[in-house]
């Protein structure tokens, strides 16, 4: 047990909550300060400096990843002896089989260069490739293959060296430092066994309070987080966010898809010539089955959707495409208000048919007065009306019969959820209808309803939940984009956070028969439980309150690294540190206790190691709590000299 550190269990120093624009608090540069504990990110390193730089002052070691090989500039290979040829040149001494190699590899590679200046014939008189040529590209290929030995005289790539892994310890205290959360270092530590004891520690009655106090501290911050995000997109009202998606769906199904329909038939316009008419035959054709029908069915009246296009299909020669156009859209508007219909006393399917047979003549038109172009336009202007009716078809089940404004909202988020009812598709046909204000009060009141109970208080575990329960892509729709991409991260922050906090209810409210760090509840022998040491001689409630400063928690920490070496690896080295950091832990100690003349009781207490008799009385003896977190009235007994 001695890779357990005892600063692990120091809670983070408290700041107030930074605004949400300004840049987060910065921790102050000393050793072994206790703001290092929830580290700042530095402008200055890279990402894998500040990794390391991170991790060591949260006490984490971090697997090194090995260092690429690195390549040498410097030429290293061997002295080649030179030697003199009959016709007295010189040249290198190496074995003939050598110098040919050496040869054929100096012909591979000037081979192209030589058959561009005109020194390789290529082709011969006839046309046909020369021998010379043949051969040297025969040792060409041989000297390009992947197989050749030349192949292993090209550098290698550098293998780039993987990044260190950040442990998660330090990813939730890097979120918590963004977030303006001073965390307690029990929570932030990976070793379970440090998490254990905080939650152990906080659990003594009055000697934990501190730091259950510095627990609460942070579960309200975490809350003061939450609710800046909240305020950061909107109001928060699932009511107002409901009736603002009804409105912007409306105004968009009316007035923008129209306007772009609208926007491609004017296209067509521009291509037609006004004076051309066309029959309206189809229209005629369907005005007829529809009598057909009527008088075999002895229905009585005639049909008032004929009625609507009589006096179009009386006009000789027809009409041109702007009034046929004119006519198809007087129908489609009825179509499209189905109270118009209902009042009218029109039936339905013939107004349909009617319809039908009106938009096969418009296309007659215009082909007739506009050509091949018209058509390709007018056609695609169809295609996309009907994408428009679809669409407008989609928005209108967001309503469903008589929604109320807090259910709209309601479906709204059941489509960014993960379970059946989810659905992305609608989810950014919305987003794509309203306003980008619209969708920031839907984004708020969504935050709002995350980790609050009905009376609106907040906890890690509800808020971990509820986001858990908003799929990937919506969280991606409803909180990113629109300039809100800061918030975004903040609620994966909280995310973050709320994972690894769900113990901190547990800290803030203890329940049951409280628990004790003392003996071997969390350590089984006293030389590797430093804790324990300074809860038998100060008492728990002393060190609860040492824990809950970040001053006199640095000074604890160091105490305890020096208790452990001296522990596990017993030396004049080591004794001597121990009794150095002892001398400043008993002033805080003395301290907390109400009395400075208990240093020197304190000191031979706790600089050198051994096992502590328990305390006679009770842990807490005539301690009473403080208001402030500190202490007040008699300290526990000291332990006697003989104690040891």
Not at 397 to 426: L, P, Y
């Amino acid at each position: 047990m001695a890779d357990l550190s005892f600063d692990d269990l120091i809670p983070a120093k408290q700041t107030a909550p930074p605004a949400q624009s300004a840049a987060p608090p910065q921790p102050a540069a000393s050793d072994l300060s206790f703001d290092d504990l929830v580290p700042a990110k530095p402008t200055g390193p890279t990402e894998q400096e500040e990794a390391a730089q991170n991790a060591r002052a949260l006490g984490i070691e971090l697997q090194q990843p090995q260092a690429a090989p690195q390549q040498s500039g410097a030429y290293t290979g061997a002295v080649i002896p030179l030697k003199r040829t009959e016709d007295g040149r010189i040249r290198p001494a190496i074995p003939g089989v050598v110098q040919g190699a050496v040869d054929s590899l100096s012909a591979a590679v000037t081979a192209p260069g030589r058959a561009m200046a005109g020194d390789l014939q290529v082709t011969g008189p006839d046309g046909s490739v020369t021998p010379e040529a043949i051969a040297e590209g025969a040792n060409f290929a041989m000297w390009a293959s992947p197989a050749s030995p030349a192949s292993k005289l090209a550098p290698k790539p550098v293998q780039q060296a993987a990044p260190p892994v950040k442990p998660e310890g330090l990813a939730v205290a890097e979120a918590g430092q963004r977030l303006g959360v001073d965390l307690p270092r029990a929570v932030t530590s990976d070793n379970m066994i440090v998490q254990q004891a905080g939650k152990n520690l906080s659990n003594v009655p009055i000697g934990g309070t501190p730091l259950r106090k510095a627990s609460q501290t942070a579960i309200d911050q975490l809350d003061d987080a939450a609710m800046r995000v909240q305020q950061g997109y909107g109001s928060g009202n699932p009511a107002i966010a409901g009736s603002a998606a009804r409105e912007g769906i409306t105004d968009y199904a009316k007035n923008t898809l129209s306007k772009l329909v609208t926007e491609r038939y004017d296209a067509v316009d521009n291509l037609v010539t006004p004076n051309v008419t066309t029959p309206l035959e189809s229209t005629a054709k369907a005005a007829a089955r529809i009598n057909s029908v009527r008088q075999n069915s002895k229905i009585p009246g005639a049909s008032k959707a004929v009625e609507l296009v009589d006096d179009a299909l009386k006009t000789e020669g027809g009409l041109n495409y702007e009034g046929i156009k004119g006519l198809r859209t007087y129908v489609r508007d009825m179509l499209d208000d189905p109270a118009r219909i209902a009042q009218s006393g029109v039936p339905q399917k013939e107004l349909e048919a009617i319809y039908k047979g009106l938009s096969d003549d418009l296309r007659s038109a215009v082909q007739r007065a506009g050509g091949d172009e018209a058509l390709t336009k007018w056609e695609s202007a169809n295609s996309f009306a009907a994408k428009v009716a679809k669409d407008r078809e989609n928005l209108q089940k967001v309503f469903g019969r008589n929604a109320s404004d807090e259910g709209i909202f309601s479906k709204i988020v059941d489509m960014a959820g993960n379970t059946s009812k989810a659905d992305r598709a609608n989810l950014l046909r919305v987003k794509k209808a309203v306003s980008p204000e619209t969708w920031n009060e839907i984004s708020s009141a969504v935050v709002a309803r995350m980790g609050r109970d009905g009376n609106g208080n907040f906890s890690p575990d509800r808020f971990l939940s509820a986001y858990g329960k908003v799929s990937e892509q919506g969280k991606k729709a409803l909180f990113q984009g629109a300039g809100k991409d800061n918030l975004a991260q903040s609620l994966d922050d909280i995310a973050t956070v709320s994972q690894r906090f769900k113990q901190l209810n547990q800290f803030a409210n203890p329940s049951g028969t409280a628990q004790t760090v003392m003996g071997g509840s969390i350590l089984p022998a006293l030389y590797v439980a430093p804790m324990t040491t300074v809860s038998s001689v100060a008492g728990s409630r002393a060190l609860s309150s040492v824990l809950a400063k970040p001053e006199s928690a640095a000074k604890l920490a160091a105490w305890a690294k020096a208790y452990e070496r001296a522990a596990t690896n017993p030396a004049p080295m080591t004794d001597t540190i121990l009794r150095s950091r002892s001398r400043i832990l008993a002033v805080e100690l003395a301290r907390e206790a109400g009395d400075s003349s208990l240093v020197q009781q304190f000191i031979p207490r706790i600089s050198q190691v051994g096992k502590v008799p328990a305390d006679q009385g009770g842990e807490q003896n005539g301690v009473e709590e403080g208001q402030d977190g500190g202490v007040t009235g008699e300290p526990d007994q000291p332990l006697q000299a003989g104690g040891w």
